[in-house]
């Protein structure tokens, strides 16, 4: 018998949003990306674009700032359809996109950063 996954869906990632979608705003994700639901972000201080995570970085994409709401495939260009929660809101950490090798310090740096900006990311959500 065959196994059938299913891909995470927006349900199993946000848990909790604010009403008259005051949790999300339209991004601008920059170039050179394929990312998927639930990827962590971080904005760009040149130019306030997003793109995925990266701890290692002194762009500004080091610090996590928001969650993807949607998968959004900008590998030709900058897309700017993509929506994010960006405050006031719980996430699944299971459902969160981290980068490849992250550590489990840099995972937790991360996640209160998040905490900061009002996304709390619950165990078990």
Same mark, same amino acid.
């Given at each position: 018998?065959?196994?059938?996954?299913?891909?995470?869906?927006? +349900?199993? &990632? #946000? *848990?909790?949003?604010?009403?008259?979608?005051?949790?999300?705003?339209?991004?601008?994700?920059?170039?050179?990306?394929?990312?998927? &639901?639930?990827?962590? #972000?971080?904005? $760009?201080? =040149?130019?306030? *674009?997003? *793109?995925a995570?990266?701890?290692? @970085?002194?762009?500004?994409?080091?610090? @996590?700032? =928001? $969650? &993807?709401?949607?998968? $959004?495939?900008?590998?030709? +260009?900058?897309?700017?359809? +993509?929506? =994010?929660?960006?405050?006031?809101?719980?996430?699944?950490?299971?459902? #969160?996109?981290?980068?490849?090798?992250?550590? @489990?310090?840099? *995972?937790?740096?991360?996640?209160?950063? &998040?905490?900061?900006?009002g996304?709390? $990311?619950?165990? +078990? @959500?």
């Amino acid at each position: 018998m065959s196994v059938i996954t299913n891909e995470l869906t927006l +349900g199993d &990632l #946000l *848990k909790y949003e604010e009403e008259s979608l005051y949790s999300r705003d339209q991004v601008t994700v920059a170039a050179g990306q394929n990312l998927s &639901l639930g990827t962590v #972000l971080g904005r $760009v201080d =040149a130019n306030g *674009k997003v *793109k995925a995570l990266d701890p290692a @970085a002194t762009d500004g994409t080091q610090i @996590a700032t =928001a $969650v &993807l709401l949607q998968s $959004v495939d900008a590998t030709t +260009g900058d897309k700017s359809s +993509g929506i =994010a929660v960006t405050r006031q809101s719980i996430v699944a950490h299971h459902a #969160l996109v981290w980068p490849v090798n992250i550590t @489990a310090e840099e *995972k937790a740096t991360a996640t209160a950063q &998040l905490e900061v900006v009002g996304i709390l $990311v619950r165990q +078990g @959500a």
